[in-house]
């Protein structure tokens, strides 16, 4: 009879902005543990004996759609070619349990991972502010991602104030042309590059799953149509000119309810799941803000203090009393994550001795923010958690050169150069683009993709180390 040791179960919070990779690094780390080929995914001598995730939902939440997004990887059941998932609209669980075996000696670990749209961590600011205080903490990252915009904005939306008639219904009538005004300066924002905190995130993800286009113009289409919050209970930031407004007390109120509505029902339930986890992994999409410029740099340099203040957020409320009960708790450094894992993917664009660059830069852009935490263990690395490229030489120049299939078919192409810091100047976006390559997923449902680094990160997070 198989003796096992004490299960090992963990919580791991895997978070990261928008077209980060969180659903296919996922889907790639369950596919190499459930099918798990000892030869391509090394785990120190440990082979997977079982594997199977859990069917049933678990904390109130949908299983993770596994089977769907490997189909789609695969090019399997139906699909004609393999194709990246589509945009996560909603938030899902996936449970797997494993016996490990090493020369007989057997161990169970229990991983739980909660997949969410990136763009609601856009809304993590939420967690422990009124909506007056929110407002005014957003209002100078918008300004700084967008001055001209943001100026605009603050001077339309004083001139609709000023123009209302005198009355609590006529200003609290004003609610729909602001949120229309919000959403006009938001589609400059995204064409700015600084989708990341871009808030309410359902202007990003709508809850009814819609697409909401990729390009600036196609979303900026699909903007007018949809809610800026919960439907029935829109609201915005407001500029500090309006927040103090004399008049704009009943619109401030209203705005405050329809927040209050959406932060207890999608901002605090993921909140509190993460606030519990045991491990945090932040996928830093180095090579998307390399590629984005200096505003897209920017956007996730005001994201990712928030994303990791959640990790230390008692959720105590925005009241005075509960203010004083989380610092006083900050305060004692008890942070229930005790690892913090940085991982920059889609390290198989650039070349083998660039890719301690990745895992420079995404510990640089955080700096000493997880050591103000109190996390003892904080670690940077860098993955291809579905590999798409694959070395090669070209004939005529004899330059190195990375074979892989794009949008237009299989081609050569130069490998990208990064830069060992971020730039000191103001980069414009296009100056490190990369062209994104389609996934190799075996076609066969059982057999794992390539991968590269992600089984070091798999050892860590089932402590074979």
Sequence with gaps: MKTLWTPNSLRVALVGSNHSGKTVFLTSLLANLIDHDPQTFYLRGWNVEEAGLAEEPMDGLPPFPYAKYRAELSAAEGHPAP??????????????????????????????FLDLPGELVADFDMCNRSYEAWSRHLSPRLALAAPDAAARYAQAAKALLDA???????????????????????????????????????????????????????????????????????????????????????LVQAFADGYERYRRRLVLP?????????????????????????DAYNAEL???????????????????????????????????????????????????????HLVALARRLFRQKPYALNIPDVRALSCAAVLTTRPARERASG??????????????????????????????????????SLPPF????????????????????????
């Design 83 to 112: 194709e990246w998932p589509e945009k996560t609209y909603g938030v899902s669980l996936a449970c797997l349990r494993l016996i490990l075996n090493k020369r007989h000696h057997y161990r169970l670990r229990e991983l739980e």
């Design 164 to 250: 209302a008639d005198r009355g609590r219904k006529a200003v609290v009538a004003l609610r729909p042309a602001l949120c229309d005004l919000y959403k006009q300066f938001v589609a400059v924002l995204y064409r700015a590059n600084a989708c990341a905190i871009l808030t309410p995130s359902v202007l990003r993800a709508p809850l009814d799953g819609r697409s909401v286009g990729r390009t600036p113009d196609a979303y900026a289409a699909t903007l007018p149509s949809l809610p800026c919050g919960l439907a029935g209970a829109e609201f915005c930031p407001l500029p500090d000119v309006l927040l103090d407004h004399p008049r704009a007390a009943a």
């Design 270 to 294: 993921v909140v509190s799941w993460l606030r519990h986890a045991d491990v945090a992994l932040y996928l830093v999409d180095v090579l998307t803000l390399l590629a984005g410029g200096t």
């Design 302 to 356: 005001a994201l990712a203090p928030a994303v990791l203040d959640v990790f230390r957020n008692r959720l105590f409320g925005h009241s005075f009393l509960g203010r004083q009960l989380a610092r006083a708790i900050d305060a004692l450094c008890l942070t229930h994550v005790s690892q913090l894992l940085l991982v920059a993917p889609k390290a198989d664009l650039v070349p083998p001795d660039q890719r301690d």
């Design 399 to 436: 330059a190195d050169r990375l074979h892989a299939t794009f949008a237009d078919g299989p081609r050569l192409a130069p490998p990208l150069q990064i830069p060992a810091d971020w730039p000191a100047d103001d980069w414009p976006p296009g100056r490190y683009a990369y062209d994104e």
């Design 442 to 465: 075996p076609r066969r449902l059982n057999q794992p993709p390539p991968q590269l680094g992600l089984d070091d990160i798999a050892r860590l997070l089932l402590r074979l180390d």
